[in-house]
């Protein structure tokens, strides 16, 4: 069994469905932080199997709990302080996202418009849909497009 060393003051992304640690670690800009960052990946599981971490030491408001919603409304976020767990955050699909998704019609204001943010908002729960607040085009779920990657 791999142990990795606890945090003392930061977070942790649980519950990530195995193999979609890096996606997300990606989407979020993590590289870009200068604090430790741990990435479990497959990790044993009684609930899922298997699944992915993502440990940070480092303050949670350097990522946007919407946008990992948005990515994966199943992923829980434990917050840390002096080494121990204070809360523990269950996510869901945000009702609207900003600056996530970039609609890709090309008559919509905001491919004329380069300044305007990219909103989007969850028109279908289930499904996990969202339409763009300006032209009304469709988006799916992000998964879809991350796995294309």
């Known amino acids: 069994m791999v142990n990795v060393d606890e945090i003392q003051n930061g ?18 800009n993590l590289e870009d932080l ?21 440990k940070v030491e480092g303050p949670l408001d350097m990522v946007d ?3 990992i919603g948005f990515i994966d409304h199943n992923i829980t976020v434990d917050i840390i302080k002096d080494g ?3 809360e523990k955050r269950e996510l869901k699909l945000p009702e609207k996202i900003i600056n996530v998704l970039h609609c890709k019609n090309p008559r919509c204001i905001t491919s004329i418009e380069q300044e305007i943010n990219h909103v989007f908002v ?15 085009e469709q988006q799916g779920r992000l998964w879809e497009k991350l796995q294309k990657q």
């Open 122 to 136: 969850l028109t279908d729960h289930v499904k996990g849909l969202y339409r763009c607040q300006y032209c009304d």
């Open 65 to 67: 709990l919407d946008t």
């Open 11 to 28: 977070f942790v992304l649980d519950h990530i469905q195995a193999g979609r640690a890096m996606a997300i670690y990606h989407y979020l």
């Open 84 to 86: 121990k767990l204070i």
């Open 34 to 54: 200068d604090y430790p960052i741990a990435i479990i990946k497959n990790a044993r599981s009684s609930k899922m199997g298997k699944k992915d971490i993502i």
